[in-house]
């Protein structure tokens, strides 16, 4: 599932071989993913429009154009990819927006996320609804009130968007899994320390997956025994237990998490 860093790494390829360049063609391949307008109104609104400038805001990514602005959602298997004009298709390729040389293609095997089209800022908002400050930038203080707002276990509630916004499951399990916490722990009850160590471990791995511009597998990441039938901990090699909590799973070590 697409998350903060991923997203972020999306909004740096639209970046760097985009902005300031025109759509000459539109090419709908699956109007499933367009979400609040149809295949004709999307190619007529975005064909002969520049893109100006890329933001992320959570797990959304925002491409302000000349005009409107393209707001997507990135779902479960939902990615952006820059691919020469001629390159072949992909079974998944949803849309393409081609420049001069590239097409900008969105791809999306499961079809749960897509893009919104927006007239201005408070269209923007009201596509993306009410989120909590970003999780990369969010202060300790601001962090540790919400934490204690909040009714629940702490997983969950770091994967509220409108707690902080950009983490998934994926991201949760490592922050509590680095921090040392545990997932069903209720929010409000963690001590200051333990707030604190959550907020410096959602620093650490969010500063280490942006580089890398998606949540890398190293085999020191709790990430790397996500898929592994028997997964062991990277830290006391102890089994990891997975478990359910509020309908997701819940990936964490007995042994190091408290
Ligand atoms: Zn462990």
């Known amino acids: 599932m697409p998350e903060l860093p991923d997203v972020e790494g999306y909004r740096r390829l639209v970046a760097a071989h985009f902005v300031g360049l025109t759509v000459r063609r539109v ?88 893009v919104w089209l927006a007239g201005g800022g408070a269209a923007i908002d009201e596509i993306i609804g009410p989120q909590g400050p970003d999780a990369w930038t969010v202060s300790l203080g601001d962090f540790a009130g919400r934490l204690r707002a909040r009714r629940g276990a702490i997983k969950p509630a770091l994967m509220d968007q409108r707690v902080i916004a950009g983490l998934g499951n994926m991201l949760s399990d490592e922050v509590l899994w680095s921090a040392g916490v545990r997932p069903a722990r209720p929010a409000a009850a963690l001590d200051s320390g333990e707030v604190e160590r959550l907020h410096r471990a959602l620093r650490d791995v969010l500063r280490r997956s942006r580089r890398a511009g998606r949540i890398p597998r190293t085999p020191s990441w709790l990430s790397s025994q996500r898929d592994q039938e028997q997964p062991i901990c990277p830290r006391c090699h102890g089994q990891l237990e997975r478990g359910t909590l509020a309908g997701r799973t819940a990936l964490s070590c007995p042994n190091c998490q408290r």
């Open 27 to 114: 090419e709908v391949l699956d109007a499933g993913v367009i979400r609040n307008s149809n295949a004709r109104q999307f190619r007529k609104t975005v064909r002969g429009r520049t893109f100006c400038r890329v933001d992320r805001r959570g797990k959304w990514l925002v491409a302000h154009m000349d005009g409107p602005a393209l707001v997507w959602h990135f779902g479960m298997t939902g990615s952006l990819v820059v691919v020469p004009r001629a390159a072949a298709l992909d079974r998944y390729d949803r849309f393409i927006l081609a420049g001069d040389e590239d097409e900008l293609r969105y791809r999306d095997m499961r079809k749960l996320g897509g």
